[in-house]
């Protein structure tokens, strides 16, 4: 089997290799085409997203991240208030059956669904070959620089096709060689089978124009788009026959594309005149250049961390889906595959989640990548896990700037939580409320109708959860005063007015542990029935203790003392702690409920272990052990079972300090989940595509390696079968960038940076003594910017 750095040496195309030095961390390859879109290889700006099929006729599956079905609904449901306090005391009088019937008759969203992500179209080029599979073919992306490649040879001529996204550029550019001068035709149209306005092809200036308009679906005011490819030919023949561009015997052909919509643009006049901005800017500048300004822009990201969990061996230099195969029969011989997948969650977050033209969004179910028109859920912002889990690994793999589109979208959610925290729950104190899903435009009404899933009034905290890590992580005062305290103080507020006091708490309800069902017992109504509507589930609690934890500690930074604090900290005194039922474990619901499904995917009432701190170990052992207990048993009963839900359990041990069970779930990740371009699946290669699970490992393998919940702690969970290895980069909250490298299962030295100034309390691998600069250390070192801390063991 050839490696793909020497094919490509071998075709000597007049082109500048894309690929670094081959690296089986680095570089996810393949010897045939995609023959589906989940071996497709993905690329992306943040807005704009490609995904290379690399068959004979080429398919790039196109994406621009705010098209989406239609305008915005308000949902709300007029009946919602009116039943709020009827549920609220059949619940609470023991009538659990009739509460969640009530809710569900009046509070559901009419109609019950947001609008969904939805598809853009793809780039087709003809190259009039017959096959692309055989030939010496390679197919490959580089995750240190972003470039996809496509090489094959076809009657004795190399041909080349190169992809970048390039995020300063605001445009997607590709290069199409040959290895013989003028041996390069190619037919390029861009497809699209619904809602097109108009699909034209031109030539102006001696460059091919291919320019798709289209509505996003067929709802009244939809999404409205132009799509432009520019086609620039070095030698040849370019002409149109009027819905495609024609190329004949081109040593290269170049092709730059962009596409603006109604989303950001008032106007078709508006967006295509910004088309138009970006493309001539592109043509004028040349592939080279932007090209180059490709990789500057993403390596200068991908290359901030390097991680080696050991070498594979000859088992690396295999194919990306070859390794995949072989992993589910032999994990150990192939560490680099845990590497790679590692590093491929950090490409996927680059790639699909910059600050843009405003509105930027943020990473959605699929990330930025999707084929239908109407996705698996939505391919929706889903709150009860999903969207957050997209950026568990953002601050500590050192991508703290794709986090800004995730404010970006809080802005918007929160101005329509007001609207609807008024509309269905009569808050009119300047809180906001967020459901379990949300779409482009905030929508924030709840979602669907299910007993399990839909009354949740907790997206807003689980979202703040990551806003207040954004700014642990980089200690930006001016982020946290100006973009982040208004969305804390605003979803805090709303539950200072939703709350009711229950038993001597305050409390939720109706509402939710996200999406498990419970079996109502004897004297709770309809004995047997599953039910999930309830009174202050213990995710909730979790959610609040750590919610009004944030503000009182935003309020201590930010040196403010008014009643947004001084309510946090009386209304957490009020949030009941989590409960340990009579086996041990931490309790899901409020009393002691068989669970319908004992090994149910959501770990919700383990947050407080993670993402929360209120469970973690060094925060307080009784409940750790406790929710230890909990996901033992989750697992035990066959947890785990979708992608995402498999990389939480990863992050969980890992804050238990167990090495042994994340290396042990993240090999069975690999073995079960990935498709054959490493695209997390629900359940399996056959299965729907999710980003989530992607971001879940990136975070898990982090998490082994690194916390800082409360103090620094290094190598916390290092597994026995990871003994040698090393990364550099990683961040630690206090804004802390720590180098380690580690030998026979220890600590050898570490090297950690003081970006803020932070002083810095250190644990090294649960406790052992270590040196700080020479000196033994003594509890918390204070630190000056830009100085480096060297810790080796004693
Ligand atoms: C090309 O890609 C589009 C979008 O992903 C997909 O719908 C279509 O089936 C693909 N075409 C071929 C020939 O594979
Ligand atoms: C939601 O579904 C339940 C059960 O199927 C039904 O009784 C209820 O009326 C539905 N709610 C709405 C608003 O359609
Ligand atoms: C594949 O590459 C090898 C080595 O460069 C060469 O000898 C062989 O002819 C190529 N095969 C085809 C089908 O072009
Ligand atoms: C596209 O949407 C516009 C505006 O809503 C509408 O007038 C037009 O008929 C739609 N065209 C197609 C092809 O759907
Ligand atoms: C232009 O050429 C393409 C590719 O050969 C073909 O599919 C299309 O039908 C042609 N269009 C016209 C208007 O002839
Ligand atoms: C503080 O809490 C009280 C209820 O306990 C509420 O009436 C008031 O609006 C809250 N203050 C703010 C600023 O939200
Ligand atoms: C539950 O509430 C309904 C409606 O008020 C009532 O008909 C039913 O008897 C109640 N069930 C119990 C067990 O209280
Ligand atoms: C905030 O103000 C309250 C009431 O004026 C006062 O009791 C409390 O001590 C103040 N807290 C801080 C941290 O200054
Ligand atoms: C740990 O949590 C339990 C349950 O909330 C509580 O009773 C106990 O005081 C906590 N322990 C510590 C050390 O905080
Ligand atoms: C993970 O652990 C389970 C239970 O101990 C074991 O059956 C399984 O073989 C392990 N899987 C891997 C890949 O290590
Ligand atoms: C896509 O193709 C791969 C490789 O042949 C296959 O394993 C997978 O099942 C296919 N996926 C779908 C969704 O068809
Ligand atoms: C720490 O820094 C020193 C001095 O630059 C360097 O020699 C050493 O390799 C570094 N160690 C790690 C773990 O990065």
């Given at each position: 089997m050839h490696l793909p750095s020497p094919t490509l040496l071998a075709l000597s195309l007049p082109i500048a290799l894309a690929?670094?030095?081959?690296?089986?961390?680095?570089?996810?390859?393949?010897?045939?085409?995609?023959?589906?879109?989940?071996s497709s290889l993905p690329i992306g700006n943040g807005r704009l997203g490609a995904s290379i099929w690399g068959t004979a006729i080429e398919n790039v599956t196109l994406n621009e991240n705010s098209i989406w079905s239609g305008p915005f609904i308000n949902r709300v449901n007029p009946r919602s208030y009116g039943a709020l306090w009827p549920a609220r005391s059949l619940l609470a009088e023991g009538n659990i059956t009739k509460g969640g019937e009530v809710t569900l008759d009046n509070m559901v969203g009419i109609p019950d669904s947001p609008q969904s992500y939805s598809a853009l179209g793809s780039l087709r080029l003809d190259f009039g070959h017959e096959e692309a599979g055989t030939g010496n073919y390679t197919r490959a992306l580089d995750l240190r620089t972003g470039v996809v490649g496509v090489e094959y040879m076809s009657r004795g001529v190399g041909f080349r096709r190169e992809y970048v996204a390039s995020y300063p550029d605001g445009v997607v550019a590709l290069r199409l060689s040959s290895s013989r001068p003028g041996g390069l035709d190619v037919v390029c149209s861009l497809e699209r089978d619904r809602y097109v306005v108009g699909n034209t092809a031109r030539v102006v200036d001696g460059?091919?124009?291919?320019?798709?308009?289209?509505?996003?679906s067929a709802q009244t005011d939809p999404i409205r788009f132009t799509t432009e490819a520019r086609i620039v030919a070095d030698g040849g023949r370019i002409t149109s026959n009027g819905t495609a561009v024609v190329v004949r015997g081109a040593s290269t052909v170049d092709l730059f594309l962009d596409t603006e919509t109604s989303y950001r643009y008032a106007s078709r006049t508006e967006w295509e005149a910004e088309v138009k901005k970006k493309l001539d800017a592109a043509s004028s500048a040349g592939y080279g250049t932007i090209k180059a300004n490709a990789i500057a822009d993403y390596s200068a990201l991908s290359q901030r961390v390097d991680l080696d969990l050991g070498s594979s061996g000859s088992a690396g230099n295999l194919p990306t889906d070859t390794r995949l195969v072989n992993f589910r029969s032999n994990p150990n011989s192939d560490p680099e595959l845990v590497s790679l997948m590692f590093n491929f969650g950090r490409h996927s977050l680059i790639s699909s989640s910059r600050a843009s033209e405003s509105p930027a969004l943020p990473a959605n179910l699929q990330g930025l990548w999707n084929q239908d028109f109407d996705p698996a859920w939505g391919g929706r912002f889903t709150i009860d896990i999903n969207l957050e889990m997209n950026y568990w690994p953002a601050e500590v793999t050192n991508l703290a700037d794709t986090f800004s589109p995730f404010i970006d979208l809080m802005d918007i959610v929160q101005a329509r939580g007001l609207a609807v925290a008024k509309s269905m729950y009569h808050c009119s104190n300047g809180?906001?409320?967020?459901?379990?899903?949300t779409d482009l435009w905030g929508d924030a009404a709840p979602v669907d109708n299910g007993t399990t899933w839909t009354m949740w009034p907790m997206g807003a905290a689980w979202l703040s959860a990551n806003l207040i890590e954004h700014y642990r992580f980089t200690r930006?005062?001016?982020?946290?005063?100006?973009r982040i305290w208004p969305l804390l103080q605003s979803a805090a507020r709303f539950y200072y007015c939703h709350l009711f006091p229950f038993e001597g708490y305050y409390s939720t309800g109706p509402s939710i542990s996200p999406e498990a069902a419970f079996i109502v017992p004897d004297d709770l109504s309809v004995a047997g029935n599953e039910e999930g509507i309830d009174i202050a589930p213990t995710m909730d609690n979790s959610l609040l203790y750590e919610l009004f934890q944030s503000v009182i500690e935003t309020c201590e930074i930010l040196q403010i003392?008014?009643?947004?604090?001084?309510?946090?900290?009386?209304?957490?005194?009020k949030i009941k702690p989590p409960q340990i039922g009579s086996s041990g474990r931490i309790l899901e619901w409020r009393l002691d409920y068989e669970e319908a499904d004992p090994g149910h995917r959501h770990m919700s009432p383990i947050f407080g272990l993670f993402p929360g701190y209120q469970m973690a170990p060094l925060v307080n052992e009784t409940l750790a052990t406790a929710a230890k207990a909990f996901l033992d048993w989750r697992i035990a009963h066959g947890s785990g079972s979708t992608g995402w839900s498999r990389t939480w359990t990863m992050n969980l041990y890992a804050r238990l300090f167990n090495g042994d069970q994340v290396w042990n779930h993240t090999q069975i990740y690999l073995q079960r989940f990935p498709s054959p371009n490493l695209w997390n699946t629900d359940s399996g290669p056959d299965t729907v595509f999710q980003i989530d699970g992607n971001f879940g490992f990136t975070s898990g393998i982090a998490e082994m390696l690194l916390q800082s919940y409360d103090v620094v702690h290094l190598l916390p969970a290092l597994p026995t079968a990871v003994p040698d290895g090393h990364v550099f980069g990683l961040v630690a909250r206090g804004n802390f960038v720590v180098d380690m490298v580690w030998e026979g299962g220890v600590l050898s030295q570490a090297n950690i940076t003081?970006?803020?100034?932070?002083?810095?309390?250190?644990r090294v691998q649960g406790g052992v003594n270590f040196i700080v600069n020479g000196e033994a250390y003594a509890g918390s070192v204070s630190t000056d910017v830009g100085k480096v801390y060297t810790v080796v063991p004693m």
């Open positions: 690929f670094s030095q081959f690296n089986p961390s680095h570089v996810s390859w393949y010897t045939t085409p995609a023959n589906n879109f989940t460059e091919g124009v291919l320019t798709l308009t289209a509505n996003s809180g906001y409320v967020l459901h379990h899903n930006d005062e001016t982020v946290l005063r100006e003392n008014i009643t947004d604090c001084t309510n946090a900290t009386s209304y957490l005194a003081s970006r803020s100034g932070s002083s810095l309390d250190l």
